[in-house]
């Protein structure tokens, strides 16, 4: 079976502190993709990253830096120094097998930065 | 790159009447495009793919006559939704894969704004 979760329902911190937001996948694919898309209050999701299962290098862009651990099923998502524009719900998703390049989306996180 | 536009951003109609929502990629050609539904503070629910030139595929439980898409070119994919109830009030979003895209490129799916349908 394949399965995203994202434990965390919401998530409340003041500016400036870091964040991270868990995202746990099962799948039986050998290789596979992984994706986390921000949405912020206006409704349109904005893709963050792709990551390929084969690297398991940390990534870092800006302020946001992503965790992958392919041995706890798990790509972790920190957001160093937030911002109030930071807020919103952010999605983990996993390709479905044997699928048209359909995705299995987690429940989402929203994370409230207060300022 | 990789815009993806919808039309109309809100829409509000009488129950009983048919709504057209439209999903374009603005600076790629989308083989797929995806239709979503999501409800107030749950996660995105696929209703169907939409494949260029071919029918689209419902998710179970989505019923095609009340969902209508039709992808009638690479940059084109519209969901009708017929003869609209209250319950079908919902914010509606689209998305679409590059089928240019390199590689990896072409696993991404790149969102619309989404419609907000209201059904009275």
């Known amino acids: 079976a394949q399965k995203v979760t994202q434990a965390q329902t919401e998530i409340s911190v003041v500016e400036k502190e870091d964040v991270t937001l868990d995202c746990v996948y099962e799948t039986r694919d050998t290789t596979y993709y992984l994706f986390w898309y921000k949405q912020p209050p206006s409704g349109e999701l904005v893709f963050l990253i792709r990551r390929n299962s084969f690297d398991e290098q940390n990534e870092i862009s800006g302020r946001y830096s992503w965790n992958f651990q392919k041995s706890t099923s798990s790509f972790n998502f920190t957001i160093t120094a937030s911002q109030v524009v930071d807020s919103a719900v952010y999605f983990c998703?996993?390709?479905?097998?044997?699928?048209?390049?359909?995705?299995?989306w987690g429940a989402g996180t929203k994370l409230i930065i207060k300022p | 790159g990789a815009v993806v536009s919808q039309h109309p951003s809100r829409v509000i109609c009488k129950s009983g009447t048919s709504v057209k929502i439209e999903c374009r990629s603005l600076d790629f050609q989308a083989t797929t495009m995806f239709w979503y539904r999501q409800f107030p503070k749950k996660s995105l629910m696929l209703m169907a793919t939409?494949?260029?030139?071919?029918?689209?595929?419902?998710e179970q439980g989505v019923e095609k006559d009340k969902f209508l898409i039709n992808h009638a070119s690479l940059t084109l994919s519209t969901l009708t939704v017929t003869s609209a109830h209250p319950e079908d009030s919902s914010f509606y979003i689209c998305s679409a894969r590059d089928r240019a895209g390199a590689g990896a490129d072409q696993e991404t799916q790149y969102f619309g704004p989404g419609t907000r349908l209201l059904v009275l």
């Open positions: 939409s494949n260029e030139g071919s029918k689209a595929t419902y």
């Open positions: 998703a996993l390709p479905r097998m044997d699928s048209n390049y359909q995705l299995i």
